[in-house]
């Protein structure tokens, strides 16, 4: 199952170079959808008219197109902010892959009579606990944007508190140690697109354009 998840992550991975578009088109210019693309269906432009004419315009003035090489690479690789997001981000995830594939291995562990379908539906809630959480804190994890690495903080504590609980609480009190994983779910969300989000603010300058745009809109 890891090899097959790892190999679809891999071909997907490299086809999104070809499949997404490096920035917005200008306005009524659609993308070439030959071959393979012209199934997939094409979201609606999130800008249209006036909106749109103003923001192609601002990012033809903000970016350059240049191709990379392995000089570039080498840049990226010994600057020292790297390192640390990638330790965050190998971390949330490590949690998050042993939570998805050991979790209905807890949850019998804790209350072994279980059924296969008790089972499934007691282990689909912590991810149902994850997406509330991203619904909830990354909005305000975006608004409030300078504070992000308390964002990032506040949902691993989350985390850890979740594993302490389902760890450590009474061996007879299956609903307690099992909100714990419900905890860790929680936690979990928020922690993967902060981390990406703040990934992007430190690599790459702010551009006016888009709080511009965003008062507009």
């Not at 749109?52 to 000089?71: C, G, M, P, Q, S």
């Amino acid at each position: 199952m890891f090899l097959l998840y790892g190999l679809v992550g891999v071909i997907v991975g490299v086809s999104l170079l070809w499949w997404l578009p490096d920035r917005p088109l200008p306005p009524g210019e659609e993308s070439s959808r030959d071959g393979w693309q012209k199934w997939i269906l094409q979201s609606k432009p999130a800008l249209t008219g006036e909106d749109a004419r103003i923001r192609h315009e601002d990012l033809t003035k903000v970016y350059n197109r240049r191709a990379w090489n392995v000089n570039d690479l080498r840049q990226v690789l010994k600057d020292w902010r790297l390192w640390p997001l990638v330790i965050m981000y190998f971390g949330v995830v490590g949690v998050g892959i042993g939570t998805q594939s050991y979790g209905t291995v807890i949850i019998r562990s804790i209350k072994p009579d279980l059924t296969g379908v008790q089972l499934s539906l007691l282990f689909a809630p912590i991810w149902i606990m994850d997406l509330i959480a991203i619904l909830l804190i990354t909005p305000l994890s975006d608004c409030y944007h300078h504070h992000r690495p308390l964002f990032f903080i506040s949902s691993v504590c989350i985390q850890i508190a979740g594993l302490l609980t389902t760890t450590f609480a009474g061996a007879s009190n299956f609903w307690s140690r099992y909100a714990g994983l419900l905890i860790v779910g929680f936690g979990l969300g928020p922690t993967d697109p902060i981390t990406m989000a703040w990934t992007n603010e430190i690599f790459m300058k702010r551009h006016g354009e888009a709080w511009r745009l965003r008062a507009r809109l």
